[in-house]
Nanobody, 121 residues
Framework: VQLQASGGGLVQAGGSLRLSCAAS????????MGWFRQAPGKEREFVAV????????YYADSVEGRFTISRDNAKNTVYLQMNSLKPEDTAVYYC???????????????WGQGTLVTVSS
């Protein structure tokens, strides 16, 4: 599976962005899809995950209630809707595919290239 993330940009605090991750390959619908982020000087951290069917989602506490992960298996795409953005959300955001729904980074086998989100105060 090859992944291509897009949708990042510069936004003011309180604003919104929607990230997309397009996947190639016919097996997209068999993978759980996650979003991670990495801020400068920090480790990559889990943001959200959605099961292969889209029926189950799980979020990091820091984004719960503000971010929404979704997927469209017909379009081989996963989304991350980000609302009420804060300066501390500034990071490079990565999408990734795993065989199970998990927040454990080492379980993710395939990674996109990342898209930069910058939130100004």
């Amino acid at each position: 599976v090859q992944l291509q993330a897009s949708g990042g940009g510069l936004v003011q605090a309180g604003g919104s962005l929607r990230l997309s991750c397009a996947a190639s390959g016919r097996s997209f619908s068999s993978y759980a899809m996650g979003w991670f982020r990495q801020a400068p000087g920090k480790e990559r951290e889990f943001v959200a995950v959605i099961s292969w069917s889209g029926g189950n989602t799980y979020y990091a506490d820091s984004v719960e209630g503000r971010f929404t992960i979704s997927r469209d298996n017909a379009k081989n795409t996963v989304y991350l809707q980000m609302n009420s953005l804060k300066p501390e959300d500034t990071a490079v955001y990565y999408c990734a595919a795993a065989s199970i729904s998990t927040n454990y980074v080492d379980e993710y086998r395939y990674w996109g290239q990342g898209t930069l989100v910058t939130v100004s105060s």
